[in-house]
């Protein structure tokens, strides 16, 4: 098994900053990469941003491409996710995930642990 732990959510004004960081631990051994979601209310889960630890490729939704920067670790089975110019859209319970090989990136389907997610609200 896999347990994952998010942290570093809160309560911030547009245009603010939040660092999320997400630590893997267990049966870490093979996975792929990591990713963030995030799901507001009333709305489906949507992918935010991963990264894969072979060669450090980054994948990112277009609504947050030039503002949030996602950065690993595999020897630690960490991943962060850099948030700037917060917007008060961006509020959502955000989750992070590991996994293993296949899927794609930007598919929760793909992915097969999930954090119990961390609340990011930006006020207007």
């Known amino acids: 098994q896999v347990q994952l732990v998010e942290s570093g959510g809160g309560l911030v004004q547009a245009g603010g900053s939040l660092r999320l960081s997400c630590a893997a631990s267990?049966?870490?051994?093979?996975?792929?990469?990591m990713g963030w979601f995030r799901q507001a209310p009333g709305k489906e889960r949507e992918f935010v941003a991963a990264?894969?630890?072979?060669?450090?490729?980054?994948y990112y939704a277009d609504s947050v491409k030039g503002r949030f920067t996602v950065s690993g670790d595999n020897a630690k089975n960490t991943v962060n996710l850099q948030m700037n110019s917060l917007k008060p859209e961006d509020t959502a319970v955000y989750y992070c995930?590991?996994?293993?090989?296949?899927?794609?990136?930007?598919?929760?389907?793909?992915?097969?642990?999930w954090g119990q997610g961390t609340q990011v609200t930006v006020s207007s």
């Open positions: 267990g049966r870490t051994f093979s996975s792929s990469g």
């Open positions: 990264v894969r630890w072979s060669g450090g490729r980054t």
């Open positions: 995930a590991l996994k293993y090989y296949g899927g794609s990136y930007y598919s929760e389907e793909a992915y097969d642990y």
